[in-house]
């Protein structure tokens, strides 16, 4: 018998499980990024591009989501089980090689695809009227002009839905963003002709900063069997996303001196060097420093609060701070610094002379 204490059954699995790794991702439609339920995902443990037997395997739930758990470390080929006739668009190849450390749960290893084609059918290609403008800042208004012409050998006829789409990668892909998606109503195109539908929409806020290409997805909804999945590409359009920077500041020159005990006002510039307008509370403080810099060190002074404020992108706006001089000031010069809702100043005034009176 070992003099030393076993660990459990239960034990052991708890470790086991801990060290274990996951992989997980979606599979989602290339036209309009809604999960697709019910998709096989599987490990290929062959890499033959097929789901064998004893090669694990789970299926999409109805938001398209799936999870392998209980992984070892390792390198593993994802792949999935396309419906008959649809194909993969990214990855283009059908399966990704990731590599998973131990207890490693890595996400997002996902799939978009496109569904099967028809033989001879119509092909809806759209494309854009007027280009889109240059730069914009997340949340502001756009308006896109689509041309959508059938390139096909049918007649297209049925609900059309459009889908406007934020993209890197200016093609299909699992990491565009839907912008907007707007029903047509019933459209009926016969081969060649084309129709002009304008559609409104608001440009993402929630993006990083980056230039992205604008997608427009023609019946993205699949309503219509076509011949082909064609989209069209806008010219790159920057996307910023909106922020206020507020900043305190003196404007023209400080106060000559001031006097312990007595009162005095000092004007404060407010200012915001962000892209969209600031329209919430403010609160003016204004310190006394003897170095230029916020810190403990510092005295505050006096401070104002503003309830209604409206400071523009790029503007500024001049407030006075009344107070009364502290009476246990020191003779002396210091600086004066002004806080706009905690955020630091521009920068300092010139000194100032205290006097103790």
């Known amino acids: 018998m070992s003099p030393y204490p076993l660990p459990s059954i239960e034990s052991l699995e708890s470790r086991r499980l801990l060290s ?13 990024q809604v999960g697709l339920g019910g998709r096989t995902v599987f490990i290929d443990a062959n890499q033959d591009g097929q789901l064998d037997d004893g090669e694990i395997s789970t299926t999409t739930d109805a938001s398209g989501n799936y999870v392998f758990n209980n992984l070892a470390a390792g390198v593993y080929r994802i792949s999935q089980v396309l419906p008959a006739g649809a194909t993969s668009a990214d990855p283009g190849s059908g399966f990704r090689d990731v590599t998973v450390t131990t207890g490693q749960a890595l996400a997002g290893v996902s799939f978009a695809d496109l569904p099967a084609e028809v033989s001879n059918g119509p092909v809806l290609d759209p494309g854009f009227v007027k280009d889109l403008p240059a730069s914009v800042i997340g949340g502001a208004k756009g308006t896109a002009t689509i041309k959508i012409t059938n390139g096909g050998s049918a007649t297209a006829s049925g609900p059309e839905t459009l889908t406007l789409l934020a993209s890197t990668a200016a093609n299909f892909s699992v990491n565009n963003v839907v912008v907007t998606t ?9 081969p060649n002709a084309a ?12 993006l990083p900063a980056g230039s992205y290409s604008m997608l427009v997805i023609p019946d993205s909804s699949n ?11 806008s010219s790159p359009v920057d996307i910023a996303p909106p922020f206020t920077q507020l900043a305190g500041g003196l404007p023209g020159r400080p106060p000559r001196a001031l006097e312990a005990g007595k009162k ?12 969209e307008s600031f329209t919430a509370p403010l609160t003016i403080s204004l310190y006394e420093s003897p170095d230029g810099l916020l810190d403990g060190g510092d005295v505050l002074l006096g401070s104002v609060i503003i309830p209604h404020s409206r400071l523009k992108a790029g503007g500024h706006a001049t407030y006075h701070v009344a107070f009364r001089t502290p009476s246990n000031v020191v003779s002396g010069n210091e600086f004066l610094d002004a806080v706009v809702n905690g955020a630091a100043p521009a920068a300092s005034s010139s000194t100032v002379a205290f006097s103790a009176g």
């Open 195 to 206: 129709k002009t539908v304008t559609i409104k929409f608001n440009y993402p806020t929630s």
């Open 20 to 32: 274990a790794a996951s992989i997980s991702g979606s599979v989602i439609s290339g036209l309009d």
């Open 264 to 275: 005095a006002s000092v004007a404060v510039e407010a200012s915001n060097s962000g892209n």
């Open 223 to 233: 309503s219509v069997p076509q011949s082909g999945f064609n989209n069209a590409i």
């Open 182 to 190: 707007v029903p047509l109503g019933t459209l009926t195109l016969k």
